[in-house]
């Protein structure tokens, strides 16, 4: 994937190779981009020889082995959903902001906007002529390019009868379109770089992809129809908590969904990426095997599996589909939905970044040779053990006093309000740990619609055991529009109940006109 790809060697002077790009991602403008485009018909030759004689421990279209070309083109025509326009699929993606899926002309469209993005273009059948431009743009001494991974048996345009190639051509069409343009602008950047003893500097130099795209918009982070709604994301290991997670520990991922009419079809689906944004592992019901009929209502969609991956930082995209692909449609994708940590490893029999199975064996290939098993001297392991737990607690009884005046207040601004808390229960509420009881608030209708649901989190001082009050500062972000709205305070143990959904009386109801 050319994201990952581009994460991974960020620090390399060139970064070469057949990139697969997701709709929506961007030729980096930090770089010199460039790209090679080759004529349909030979590269369309060239890839089903090399796939017939060249490979044999490669997955390829079982077909494409099974019989003569006119066989194979055959099929082609009768299964147009692999049609091997691959060099239109490679660039579109580059060209739109779209998260649906395109038609043919509105990929080639794209796909023509990408070509005029990159830096240079080049087209193999000039490729010395495009090496020229290369060393001149770069000022490097001439090289002759070496041909490598030439494919042994194939045959040539030229040979091709011509009911053939005109066969070829015609599932190729959008492919001859796009590399038309290409010899285009590959004869545009041949005249800019014509004299190579001109200076970098005083050369004229093609549109960059940053200043091509200085006006698009970034891409959405969250899209969808919403009619479901992803509402939180949250993740729990079994033994270690929210938000965390050892190596060799069961993890839940949980989608909390509303879904606002009856749906005949919903997909609930994962990605998993790494601190550079690389994605880890990803997945979804309809992989899976399975997918749902909802009625409105509320719902969680739970991912357990048992965590392998090894210490560090993650984040977990969400999203809830129609059908397999959000380019068929979409209700809600959630970008950075939610994070968690990797602390440790849960285990201590083996190293590196991911947890794998290992089975081991031995026999014996030589003969008159023997062995038997025996246990080795196993170095001893100290037992660990978590420090705060904080358990979930059984009993939710609390006063909230606003100590402030709050009457009229500024839209999208940030609020202290002086709150006097008090422990009514028989337990103590723990400030820190894995569950720790923290205030917060929700913004409400004047009809009780919920407005905001989740609020900033303002921490407690300290422990508050049974009885005991404390005065503290409520931090408080108000809506950004304008009306009468009610302020609902209340204590929130985190990952286990908010106060007032237990009791309402748990806290406090203000009126305020935001203005």
Excluded at 53 to 66: E, G, M, Q, T
Excluded at 115 to 133: A, R, S
Excluded at 167 to 172: D, G, H, S, V
Excluded at 416 to 426: A, E, F, I, P
Aim: aromatic share 8%; glycine share 6%.
């Amino acid at each position: 994937m050319l994201n990952e790809a581009l994460l991974r060697w960020q620090h390399a002077t060139v970064v070469s190779g057949h990139f697969i790009a997701r709709q929506g991602d961007r030729i980096p403008a930090e770089r010199v981009a460039v790209s090679v485009l080759r004529s349909p018909v030979d590269r369309f030759l060239s890839e089903y020889h090399y796939n017939k004689f060249d490979i044999d421990n490669l997955l390829v279209d079982a077909a494409n082995r099974a019989g003569n070309l006119d066989a194979y083109l055959e099929y082609l025509r009768h299964t147009p959903a692999i049609v091997p326009h691959t060099q239109m699929e490679m660039l579109y993606p580059l060209g739109t902001e779209s998260q649906k899926r395109l038609n043919i002309e509105e990929k080639l469209a794209a796909a023509l906007k990408t070509v005029d993005h990159f830096e240079l273009i080049g087209i193999q059948e000039k490729m010395e002529d495009f090496c020229q431009i290369l060393c001149a743009k770069f000022q490097w001494p001439l090289a002759p390019p070496a041909r490598i991974n030439v494919t042994s048996r194939r045959l040539l345009i030229d040979d091709l009868p011509p009911r053939q190639r005109r066969a070829i051509e015609e599932l190729l069409e959008p492919e001859t379109i796009l590399y038309a343009h290409a010899q285009k602008r590959f004869k545009q950047d041949q005249r800019r770089f014509m004299l190579s003893s001109v200076p970098n500097e005083e050369r004229p130099r093609s549109t960059s992809i940053s200043e091509n795209q200085a006006n698009i918009p970034p891409p959405k982070q969250d899209f969808g129809d919403l009619r479901c709604e992803i509402n939180t994301v949250e993740i729990v290991g079994r033994v270690s908590g929210p938000g965390q997670v050892m190596t060799g520990e069961v993890l839940d991922i949980m989608l909390y969904a509303t879904s606002k009419e009856a749906l005949n079809e919903v997909v609930a689906g994962i990605a998993i990426k790494d601190e550079l944004g690389s994605l880890a592992f990803g997945t979804n019901s309809h992989l899976l095997g399975t997918q749902y009929a909802l009625t409105p209502g509320k719902y969680v969609f739970k991912f357990t599996t048992l965590n392998r991956l090894g210490p560090g930082t993650y984040s977990v995209d969400a999203a809830l589909t129609p059908g397999a692909s959000h380019y068929d449609g979409c209700f809600h994708w959630r970008h950075n939905a939610a994070k968690f940590n990797v602390i440790a490893y849960a285990t201590s029999h083996f190293e590196g970044r991911v947890l794998l199975d290992i089975d081991l064996n031995i026999e014996a290939t030589s003969p008159d040779t023997t062995w038997h098993q025996k246990s080795a001297a196993i170095e001893k392991v100290a037992a660990r053990s978590f420090g705060n737990a904080s358990k979930p607690l059984t009993d939710f009884y609390s006063s909230v006093e606003v100590m402030s005046i709050v009457s009229n207040v500024q839209r999208g601004s940030d609020l202290l309000l002086q709150v006097k808390l008090t422990n009514h229960g028989q337990e103590a509420w723990p400030a820190h740990g894995r569950y720790p009881v923290k205030l917060s608030y929700r913004w409400l209708t004047p009809d009780g619609q919920t407005l905001v649901a989740d609020g900033l989190r303002t921490d407690l001082p300290g422990d508050l055991e049974p009885g005991a009050s404390v005065v503290t500062f409520m931090h408080v972000r108000t809506p950004d529009m304008q009306g009468q709205f009610h302020l609902a305070a209340s204590p929130v143990q985190e990952h286990v109940s908010w106060f007032i959904d237990r009791d309402r009386s748990n806290g406090a109801d203000l009126p305020v006109t935001v203005i």
